[in-house]
């Protein structure tokens, strides 16, 4: 039976996730401003939740209704099948999200969701289920428009970004599905050298060495739909023993990773021995100003100090002409690649970029900008 689902992602990325879904299988793709809808079957959503490196999450629809009161909402809340989804002994949560909504208070509207699923349960098994705002077992996502409201399921539980091991914490963290979104933008290959030269927890080199090992992001965690009443076990070990079992085990890869800070490195080791690549990727303490291609050609990536990163604008804008040299210096023939919110980087930086693309790092309004390096030319 087909289903139909909305995929959320980092906001630049939209056109990338859908090529990602249609490979795993959709049968309708429509991209939107922060995300994707798809249709599919189980086997799809299945499939999403572990094979995405861009999404967000999966949504399942399972109500939509036109509106002009909380009442209404409400009526909606209380029609869905819930009890055939998932039971009293789950717990939920509501999140609510609007664009032009005329309704006055979102708190309302999701405590009239939450009394419409609360009254539906107990109308069908006398009972109902609790709230859990921090760790849910089921989370219900509303969003509203000017006229309709539109309810979700979702099927993936905590951010697919979450890859399932622990991680150092750091100060200014790059998701994961944004990492891996910039990396596909590069259009780095497995097998081409890739250098993050300031990778702080490592975020790029472990997307980078997943994908060149053929680990899908979603075989180290747990996810919502296994608590779902018509959870199919036994097509989901499948899908998991299939990905296992096409994984790549290479004794190490074309990755590098440096950074001035020593403690910075320690994070990015055990990160990559949380995720099981201890060996894969080489690190090495250096400032960028001074680091040398490991190549002669090749992908540069990374996510650079600006702004909320670094006390110091002056600072900031000394050190840019700095990085421009270096690359000069010392990258001819490579592609580079930086995230920043700081949108004149790349005129401080005295290079001309090739390309700029606009992503949205949370609430941060960004640029990848594409310097492609060549001896003795780009100088702006």
Known sequence: MTETFFAPCPRGLEPLLAEELRACGATRV??????VASEGDWAYAYRVNLESRLATRLLWKVGFTRYRSEEEIYRLASSVAWARHFDTINTIRINVTSIKSPLKSLNFVTLRIKDGICDHFRAIKGGRPDV??????????????????????????????????????????????????????SGWQPGQTLLDPMCGSGTFLIEAAQMALD?????????????????????????????????????????????????????AEAN?????????????????????????????????????????????????????????????????????????????????????????????????????????????
């Open 132 to 185: 859990d705002t921090h760790s849910p077992d089921m989370r219900i996502h509303a969003f509203l428009d000017e006229q309709t409201c539109t309810l979700y399921l979702d099927t993936s539980g905590e951010p697919l970004y979450k890859r399932g091991f622990k991680r150092a914490k750091v100060e200014a963290p790059l998701k994961e599905n944004l990492a891996a979104g910039i990396l596909k933008l």
């Open 215 to 267: 680990i899908a992001p979603g075989l180290g965690r747990h996810f919502a739909f296994e608590k779902f009443r018509h959870f199919d076990s036994e097509l989901w070990q499948g899908l998991r023993k299939a990905a296992q079992q096409r994984q790549r085990h290479d004794e190490s890869l074309p990755i590098f990773g440096a950074d001035i800070d020593p403690r910075q490195l320690a994070n």
């Open 272 to 380: 990559l021995e949380a995720a099981g690549l201890t060996g894969k990727v080489e690190l090495l303490v250096c400032d960028v100003l001074d680091l040398e291609a490991p190549d002669d050609a090749g992908v540069l990536v990374s996510n650079p100090p600006y702004g909320v990163r670094l006390s110091s604008g002056e600072e900031l804008y000394d050190w840019y002409p700095q990085l421009g040299d270096a690359l000069k210096r010392g990258f001819a023939g490579w592609n580079c690649y930086f995230l920043t919110a700081d949108l004149e980087m790349a005129k401080r930086m005295g290079l001309k970029a090739t390309k700029r693309t606009p992503l949205m790092n949370g609430d941060l309004d960004c640029r990848v900008f594409e310097f492609k390096v060549v001896a003795g030319q780009n100088r702006s």
């Open 30 to 35: 429509e991209p939107t401003h922060g995300g």
